[in-house]
């Protein structure tokens, strides 16, 4: 999180800034799977493009985590279901 903080703080330093407004414009295409151009990016001065470069890596990283959550929940609801009576399952495996 410390790239998504570094962006908070140059984007709230000077939002008409050419470079924080391109940031900005990567976090608003991240967070709704929109476009953004390489070449917008390439604008960047070489920190700030690094800084682009981080927000994509911990973006990638919080979705991984997201989805394990998702698995983590859903396996939580299987495993609280009924368990199958195990006199019909026996007899139904034979078969």
Do not use: C
């Amino acid at each position: 999180m410390i790239a998504i903080k570094k962006a908070r703080k140059l984007i709230q330093a000077n939002p008409s800034d050419a470079d924080s407004q391109i940031i900005s414009a990567l976090v608003l295409a991240l967070e709704s799977e929109g476009v953004i151009s390489v070449p917008q990016l390439y604008q960047l001065d070489y920190p700030h493009f690094l800084l682009a470069l981080e927000i994509l890596a911990e973006w990638r990283l919080d979705r991984y985590y997201a989805s394990k959550l998702r698995l983590l929940d859903l396996s939580a609801q299987v495993a609280n279901l009924p368990k199958p009576d195990s006199q019909t399952d026996s007899s139904t495996r034979g078969r």
